[in-house]
């Protein structure tokens, strides 16, 4: 695994590994435990088996110890030894982002059936603003930033279509419901990377 990013933000670290070993070879890292690479061996495609293992070693090889990858109900990972984490993965990629505040993060690979893919979860406006200037960059840049906010706010019931709203996407501007996103990009390699967090946080605390 060879880490091609990584950016601190306030006390949350973002990182993007890109996955070079096989599962072959991913089984063999001392990092993993009998537990991990039993759960590993459970699950039924290789793709899936190496986004398991991968987040594992990276967050071992971050954090420097013995450490256990859980999942909330909603699907959200945590690690005792961060108050908060996201994960993504794409193609061969890692993306993860842990610290003291909550982050949503997405990696995806531009592909042309995004283009295809992505009037399903835009609003009407959102899919007028798309059709502007459609790209298959424009398309990955709305999904990510869709699913972004999805794995900030953990909620399996919301709608992509109407809860999430990208105000503007040049802007970075998204909202959930009551809440407001900045949205950031990174471009590396073939693959963008999104992140989001609350922009109306400090706000609120100043008005209590």
Same mark, same amino acid.
């Given at each position: ?76 990972? /945590? ?13 061969? /990629?890692? &993306?993860? &982002? ?22 399903? =979860? ?22 990510? &930033?869709?699913? &972004?906010?999805?794995?900030? =706010? ?30 950031? /990009? ?23």
């Amino acid at each position: 695994m060879k880490e091609i990013f990584h950016k601190k933000i306030l006390n949350t670290h973002i990182y993007v590994c890109k996955i070079i070993s096989s599962y072959e070879e991913q089984i063999k890292n001392p990092l993993l435990n009998s537990a991990e690479l039993i759960s590993a061996k459970e699950l039924k495609n290789e793709k899936r088996k190496k986004e398991f293992l991968s987040s594992r070693i990276a967050l071992k090889n971050i954090f420097n110890k013995e450490l256990e990858l859980k999942h909330h109900t909603s699907g959200k990972p /945590f690690i005792k030894e961060a108050k908060h984490l996201s994960i993504s993965h794409s193609s061969n /990629f890692l &993306a993860l &982002a842990y610290g003291d505040e909550n982050i949503g993060i997405d990696i995806e690979k531009p592909q042309n059936r995004m283009v295809k893919l992505i009037p399903k =979860v835009l609003s009407e406006i959102e899919l007028m603003e798309f059709k502007k200037e459609p790209s298959i960059d424009l398309a990955c840049k709305l999904w990510g &930033a869709k699913e &972004a906010i999805l794995k900030y =706010v953990a909620d399996r019931n919301l709608n992509y279509k109407e809860d999430i709203k990208v105000e503007n996407i040049q802007l970075g501007i998204a909202t959930y419901l009551k809440m407001n996103f900045k949205v950031e /990009f990174e471009k590396m390699e073939n693959v963008i990377l999104t992140y989001v967090v609350r922009s109306d946080k400090k706000n609120k605390a100043a008005h209590h």
